[in-house]
């Protein structure tokens, strides 16, 4: 498992690669997507982030083309940053499912506004 967390950047371009290649462009209206409109990568980030997954090994360019004058490249998951990937949702899934025991710890002990009030997977109140 990896040791230290994936910046917040890195994390949204691997999953919006996960399901299929993409384009920078399309990435980043996917990362919108993902976030519920929260998080748009700049252009910058994004390059900055995807060069740095190519030198790591977690992208590769799928396809090159031109269009309009200007080159399109679309990256795809490699093996590796698939597995980087589960094992980054792993880590996620169990620091939430820490905060919950804890907060359901506080509850039941009369703690706190939301008493009473279980957290759905979605991170909504039921």
């Keep these: 498992m990896t040791e230290r967390q994936l910046p917040e950047p890195t994390r949204l371009v691997l999953t919006a690669l996960a399901d299929e290649p993409r384009h920078g462009y399309a990435i980043v209206q996917e990362v ?27 992208v590769e360019v799928r396809h090159e083309e031109v269009v309009s004058g200007r080159l399109r490249r679309t990256f795809a998951l490699t093996g590796r940053g698939r597995d980087t990937l589960a094992e980054e949702t792993l880590r996620l899934r169990a620091g939430a499912a820490e905060a919950e025991r804890r907060l359901a710890v506080g509850r039941g002990r009369g703690r706190g506004r939301g008493r009473g009030t279980a957290l759905r997977p979605d991170g909504a109140t039921a």
Aim: hydrophobic share 40%.
């Design 32 to 58: 919108l997507a993902i976030t519920g409109g929260r998080t748009r990568l700049l252009t910058g980030t994004l390059y900055t982030a995807l060069d740095r997954l190519l030198q790591q090994g977690l």
